[in-house]
């Protein structure tokens, strides 16, 4: 199984975070299909890739570091390909999501790091 995770810091308080990334997770072929205050769980739409290649996404929100006006943000892309190969379609989709995020320009970004 393939998994990729990034962390990112958000100025913006948690209630508002995941409703502005909704719409960059759809941008990039995404469908949400679970939602709660802090967690969210995505899936990419079928038909471009192999059953077993579409990503399943989790963004889940640390409120944790809220008392200093940030709001972390862990967001995990993972699906049943073996990471045989280290540009695989897992990674590709976790960085296009990634870079998404950051380029959306309706959160500002603190931190990110990507391991």
């Known amino acids: ?66 008392v200093r006006n940030r709001t972390r943000l862990n967001l995990i892309v993972k699906n049943e390909e073996l990471a045989l190969q280290q540009n695989n379609h897992c990674r590709q989709m976790s960085e296009q999501i990634g870079q998404t995020l950051q380029e959306s320009g309706l959160l500002e970004l603190l931190s990110s790091v990507t391991g």
């Not at 990034?6 to 299909?33: A, H, Y």
């Not at 969210?40 to 809220?66: C, M, N, Q, W």
């Open 1 to 66: 199984m393939a998994r990729y995770t990034c962390l990112f810091s958000f100025s913006q308080p948690s209630d508002q975070l995941l409703g502005q990334l909704e719409p960059s997770l759809t941008d990039c072929g995404l469908n949400v299909v679970h939602k709660t205050v802090d967690y969210l769980l995505a899936r990419e739409r079928p038909g471009k890739v192999s059953y077993y290649r579409l990503v399943t996404v989790e963004l889940v929100i640390d409120r944790a570091d809220e």
